[in-house]
């Protein structure tokens, strides 16, 4: 089954662009695939079109082979924007071959270890930062059914807080903590802010509060920092969503460096580089958390993925407080019940896309380009409102 054409569509909120690549088969089988890249979406589409060559007539079977052509056979080393390319590639052949096959994808990479998959929400605090107004929007989480929520409480911060903003922050969790109760897993994301010492003072001051992990205490590529923060703290720390392929884990897996690996399924390359590397942590005794901030299409396969993984440790989910209208793309959504998503039915993703949404919605350009909005999350006080109005 060989794909012969793709349209690319980008739908856009009001701090990020979510792209979707249709692959079209000489067998009438289409399949999708999803993706997000802060501040390159237009470079990514540009790139898409630079490939062409490898996609046109390339067998959707063929996975491995489709790695090599864009990791190997273009020769400079891959980047960002070549396996999120290569992620909406490959996530549409593996919605194909589930189809052609008229199976679920989980049951195409080793079968479900579980019937539902644990999630925590995050994109639900884009209210004002105090105490009080946290406090409200978490409870708000709860109520909802879920069992785990993350938030960054550290406004711009970047290398160190001032004291005002350290104690500001530490208030926010206390807050949050309070709202949700002990059975309600807390996850603190730190976007890779904190030079080492503010780091591990922020771990130290939060161990009280058992969260389920730190994400990204220091620089992303800074894996001397993860080191030096990991052995001074009993806070699990997670890291990986910037780390996209799996050889760009290496360091982090010889020595141990997290507790909890986090792969993004559309800017690693797709949903196999991404179960290769999961796998791997399992055998250095790592749990996997993905990192989720997509659609119906990355949402869903973030699902197929989690209920192949005997390590899998809880998956993020945003379209419940956040752009919500994104749930529109396709059907039937995979939505979280009470704390959890459920295994996925029909075939492929097991989601029907409404192309002409895509077309209605799709994301409009200045001088050709589709911009990026962003989060300019290390200069302005007010990112995590996320483009709310």
């Known amino acids: 089954?060989?794909?012969?054409?793709?349209?690319?569509?980008?739908?856009?909120?009001?701090?990020?662009?979510?792209?979707?690549?249709?692959?079209?088969?000489?067998?009438?089988?289409?399949?999708?695939?999803?993706?997000?890249?802060?501040?390159?979406?237009?470079?990514?589409?540009e790139y898409l079109r630079d490939?062409?060559?490898?996609?046109?007539?390339?067998?959707?079977?063929?996975?491995?082979?489709?790695?090599?052509?864009?990791?190997?056979?273009?020769?400079?080393?891959?980047?960002?924007?070549?396996?999120?390319?290569?992620?909406?590639?490959?996530?549409?052949?593996?919605?194909?071959?589930?189809?052609?096959?008229?199976?679920?994808?989980y049951k195409l990479i080793?079968?479900?270890?579980?019937?539902?998959?644990?999630?925590?929400?995050?994109?639900?605090?884009?209210?004002?930062?105090?105490?009080?107004?946290?406090?409200?929007?978490?409870?708000?989480?709860?109520?909802?059914?879920?069992?785990?929520?993350?938030f960054d409480p550290f406004g711009n911060g970047n290398m160190e807080l001032s004291r005002e903003q350290y104690f500001?922050?530490?208030?926010?969790?206390?807050?949050?903590?309070?709202?949700?109760?002990?059975?309600?897993?807390?996850?603190?994301?730190?976007?890779?802010?904190?030079?080492?010492?503010?780091?591990?003072?922020?771990?130290?001051?939060?161990?009280?509060?058992?969260?389920?992990?730190v994400e990204e205490p220091c620089r992303p590529l800074d894996v001397g920092a993860l080191k030096y923060v990991i052995s001074h703290t009993t806070v699990p720390v997670a890291a990986g969503e910037r780390l996209y392929l799996a050889t760009a884990y290496n360091e982090v897996f010889r020595d141990r460096l997290v507790n909890i690996v986090q792969p993004d399924i559309s800017q690693c390359g797709g949903l196999m580089e991404v179960k290769k590397i999961c796998s791997t942590a399992e055998t250095l005794s790592m749990m996997?958390?993905?990192?989720?901030?997509?659609?119906?299409?990355?949402t869903a396969a973030n699902v197929h993925l989690m209920a192949t993984l005997r390590n899998g440790k809880i998956l993020e989910h945003f379209n419940d407080f956040s752009d919500q209208y994104v749930k529109n793309v396709g059907s039937p959504y995979p939505e979280v019940v009470n704390g959890y998503f459920q295994l996925p039915t029909g075939y492929g993703w097991g989601v029907e896309v409404d192309v002409e949404f895509l077309r209605?919605?799709?994301?409009?350009?200045?001088?050709?380009?589709?911009?990026?909005?962003?989060?300019?999350?290390?200069?302005?006080?007010t990112w995590n409102k996320r483009g709310q109005k």
């Not at 929400?121 to 993350?150: C, D, Q």
């Not at 949700?180 to 509060?209: S, T, Y």
């Not at 996997?288 to 990355?298: K, L, Q, R, S, T």
């Not at 409009?364 to 302005?380: A, C, F």
Request: hydrophobic share 45%.
């Open 288 to 298: 996997a958390a993905p990192h989720n901030v997509g659609g119906i299409i990355a």
């Open 360 to 381: 209605a919605h799709q994301a409009r350009g200045e001088d050709g380009v589709i911009l990026d909005p962003g989060l300019n999350m290390y200069k302005s006080e």
């Open 1 to 45: 089954m060989k794909i012969t054409n793709y349209e690319v569509f980008t739908l856009s909120t009001g701090w990020r662009n979510l792209t979707y690549l249709m692959i079209e088969t000489n067998e009438g089988i289409v399949g999708f695939g999803e993706a997000h890249i802060v501040g390159k979406t237009h470079t990514v589409r």
């Open 110 to 150: 080793g079968g479900a270890v579980r019937t539902e998959i644990p999630a925590y929400a995050n994109g639900w605090y884009t209210v004002e930062r105090t105490p009080e107004a946290f406090h409200a929007a978490a409870r708000r989480v709860v109520e909802r059914g879920y069992r785990g929520l993350k």
């Open 168 to 213: 500001q922050a530490l208030d926010l969790v206390e807050a949050v903590a309070d709202a949700v109760g002990p059975n309600v897993q807390m996850f603190i994301e730190m976007h890779g802010r904190f030079a080492m010492h503010q780091a591990l003072e922020v771990c130290k001051d939060l161990e009280k509060f058992k969260p389920g992990f």
């Open 51 to 105: 490939i062409r060559r490898h996609i046109i007539g390339h067998d959707v079977f063929d996975i491995e082979a489709l790695y090599e052509k864009i990791t190997l056979l273009d020769f400079g080393a891959p980047g960002q924007v070549a396996m999120t390319g290569l992620a909406l590639v490959e996530m549409a052949c593996w919605d194909c071959i589930g189809k052609k096959l008229r199976q679920p994808v």
